[in-house]
C-alpha cells in the first residue's frame, strides 16, 4: 500500500525567511505527487504536482518542490515566506487506483 | 469559471433532520468528489462520481446518499446524522477520475450535528 508521510506537525517561520516542508512516500514505482494548501475555514487548493521529467517543479503562490527518487521525498519549498502563507499544507501520492492518499498535513505559522 | 461553488456555507442540524448540501462546477469536469474533514486532519474520501455514474463508495453510512443530477451538479443528502458526523464536508472536481490531472475543491460545508 503506498503511504505518505509529513514528518513536521507544526512550522513556524518568520516572515521573509526561507521555507521547506517535507514530505516522504512509500511506493514502489514513482507515483503521481502533489502539495495542496488549506488556509483557515476553506477548502484545498492545488499548489503544484509532480509526474515526470524535470524534478524541480515550479507552482502558484512562488512555491516549488523538488522530486527525489533516492530519498523518496518531495519537498515544499519557498524563499520568503508572506504571513499570508499561514495554512495547513497537504502532501498527497497517487498510483494505482486514481485516488490520492494525503499526508496528515503540516500547519505553517508565520511570525511578523 | 474555474470554481467549485458549496451551498451552504454552514449548516446546523438536528439528529432527526433531513438536509441536503449542494456542490456545482461549470468547468467540464467530469468526476466530482465527496470528502468529509475533521479538524486537523487530512480530507478523508467518501463517494467518486464518474461521468455521472458512482463509481466509488468508501464504506459510507446509509445515512450520507450522494446524488449526481448532472454533469455540473453533486448532492448529498443527509439524514439522521450522529454528532460525531460534524466536519467540514468538502467538494472536488478533477477533469477526469484519472487524479493525476488534481483536484480543485469547494471552500465546503461546515456542518454541526446537534
Known amino acids: 500500500a503506498q503511504s505518505v508521510t509529513q514528518p513536521d506537525i507544526h512550522i513556524t517561520v518568520s516572515e521573509g525567511a526561507s521555507l521547506e516542508l517535507r514530505c516522504n512516500y512509500s511506493?514502489?514505482?514513482?507515483?503521481?505527487l502533489f502539495w495542496y494548501v488549506q488556509s483557515p475555514g476553506q477548502g484545498l487548493q492545488l499548489l503544484l504536482k509532480?509526474?515526470?521529467?524535470?524534478?524541480l517543479v515550479q507552482g502558484i503562490k512562488g512555491f516549488e518542490a523538488e522530486f527525489k527518487r533516492s530519498q523518496s521525498s518531495f519537498n515544499l519549498r519557498k524563499p520568503s515566506v508572506h504571513w499570508s502563507d499561514a495554512a495547513e499544507y497537504f502532501c498527497?501520492?497517487?498510483?494505482?487506483?486514481?485516488?490520492?492518499?494525503f499526508g496528515r498535513g503540516t500547519s505553517l505559522i508565520v511570525h511578523p | 469559471d474555474t470554481e467549485v461553488t458549496q451551498t451552504p456555507k454552514h449548516l446546523v442540524m438536528g439528529m432527526t433532520n433531513k438536509k441536503s448540501l449542494k456542490c456545482e462546477q461549470h468547468?467540464?469536469?467530469?468526476?466530482m468528489y465527496w470528502y468529509k474533514q475533521k479538524a486537523k486532519k487530512p480530507p478523508e474520501l467518501m463517494f467518486v462520481?464518474?461521468?455521472?455514474?458512482?463509481?466509488i463508495n468508501e464504506s459510507v453510512p446509509s445515512r450520507f446518499s450522494p446524488e449526481c443530477p448532472n454533469s455540473s451538479l453533486l448532492n448529498l443528502h443527509l439524514h439522521a446524522l450522529q454528532p460525531e458526523d460534524s466536519a467540514l464536508y468538502l467538494c472536488?472536481?478533477?477533469?477526469?477520475?484519472?487524479?493525476?490531472?488534481?483536484?480543485?475543491f469547494g471552500s465546503g460545508t461546515r456542518l454541526t450535528v446537534v
Open positions: 498527497a501520492v497517487v498510483r494505482g487506483s486514481y485516488i490520492p492518499t
Open positions: 462520481y464518474s461521468y455521472e455514474k458512482l463509481s
Open positions: 472536488a472536481s478533477s477533469q477526469d477520475d484519472r487524479a493525476w490531472y488534481g483536484y480543485t
Open positions: 468547468m467540464g469536469h467530469r468526476a
Open positions: 509532480y509526474f515526470s521529467g524535470d524534478t
Open positions: 511506493y514502489g514505482a514513482t507515483p503521481y
